[in-house]
């Protein structure tokens, strides 16, 4: 395993992060002894990062997790989540300690190592194309999201503070902008890498602008997430074991699990030396220079083992990412 800087932090993460969501779905839906040796082969192969949420499984991945830690004990690093909806805005300070505390004890821990806001953010409530979005203000305002996640850092409850970067392109770079978190949660893969590279005017897809780029700048740490776009890079197999069904609707515009499963059958040409699509598919996100850790959701053994073999392979070759960007600029990607 390669580890890296997670931006300021001082924290050196592995390069592959172990999703605890439903994707993946082996923390929610495997069986205690099952949960255990997924973590501790994990472990053994260098995997010291672990992400997880309150909604992930309705609490059921978090209680999972920490009995898993509370047995195993090891010196990890550990994120989890705090999602916000609108009835929830009038007192974020309060919506915020009640949801930590929460996960601490369904984690069985007094404290984290990263809090991460799991909302979209819109410049404001009423711009966003989803519910349930917060606005620039809700997060930056005085009493809003940022000071509420600072006031318990100096709690003790976590020691560094983060965001998902999904929402409005021009409000995530505001909140990249205002230097008020030290990492942020990317989405980033092969079939939509806009959040790390240019991409053309014809791109079909949800275009993030290379915020991935401008939070390097800002010298904050990067986790990718969706590296398998929610399993589309996995194929069939990858729904083996305790993944989740096909999952339907989308995370981003234009990222529906059926369309980018169309533009996986135009990816052949990555699959040199034998390798597996969702090694390559790691390969890419690793090959950007600001990604700390991609996070990858597990549902059996081979996976793990797979995801930890991919970095050994090096960046993605000069001529392949020259044939990625000119799929990426085709009008029907």
């Not at 999201?145 to 965001?163: E, H, Y």
């Not at 600001?290 to 959701?297: D, F, I, K, R």
């Amino acid at each position: 395993m390669k580890y890296r800087e997670l931006g300021q932090t001082r924290l050196r993460v592995s390069e592959i992060g172990f999703g605890c969501g439903n994707v993946g779905g082996l923390i929610i839906r495997g069986s205690n002894r099952e949960r255990l040796e997924a973590v501790q082969l994990a472990l053994d192969l260098g995997i010291n990062y672990f992400d997880t949420a309150p909604s992930y499984g309705n609490g059921r991945s978090e209680t999972n997790l920490g009995k898993v830690l509370a047995e195993l004990e090891p010196k990890i690093i550990l994120a989890s989540k705090v999602g916000l909806s609108l009835d929830q805005l009038d007192n974020i300070p309060s919506a915020v300690e009640e949801s930590v505390e929460e996960s601490l004890d369904r984690l069985q821990r007094d404290s984290i190592d990263i809090l991460q806001l799991h909302s979209r953010i819109a410049l404001t409530r009423e711009s966003s194309k989803w519910s349930n979005s917060l606005s620039i203000k809700d997060v930056l305002n005085e009493n809003g999201v940022a000071d509420t996640f600072d006031s318990l850092r100096k709690k003790g409850k976590t020691r560094f503070i983060g965001f998902t970067g999904l929402g409005e392109t021009s409000a995530l770079h505001k909140v990249v902008d205002s230097e008020r978190f030290d990492m942020f949660q990317a989405y980033f893969n092969i079939l939509n890498p806009s959040a790390g590279y240019p991409v053309s005017r014809e791109f079909s897809g949800y275009d993030f602008k290379q915020l991935i780029d401008k939070a390097n700048r800002k010298r904050m740490g990067v986790a990718a997430i969706r590296v398998m776009a929610a399993g589309a890079l996995g194929g069939e197999t990858s729904r083996k074991g305790y993944a989740a069904p096909v999952i339907r609707g989308q995370m981003v515009p234009g990222g529906e699990y059926e369309k980018d499963r169309d533009r996986v059958t135009k990816l052949g040409f990555l699959q040199e030396e034998s390798r597996k699509l969702p090694q390559v598919a790691l390969q890419f996100v690793l090959s950007h220079h600001a990604v700390s850790t991609a996070l990858v959701g597990f549902s059996n053994h081979n996976q793990i083992r797979d995801a930890v073999e991919s970095t050994s392979f090096g960046p993605i070759s000069e001529n392949n990412m020259k044939k990625l960007h000119d799929l990426w600029s085709q009008d029907n990607w």
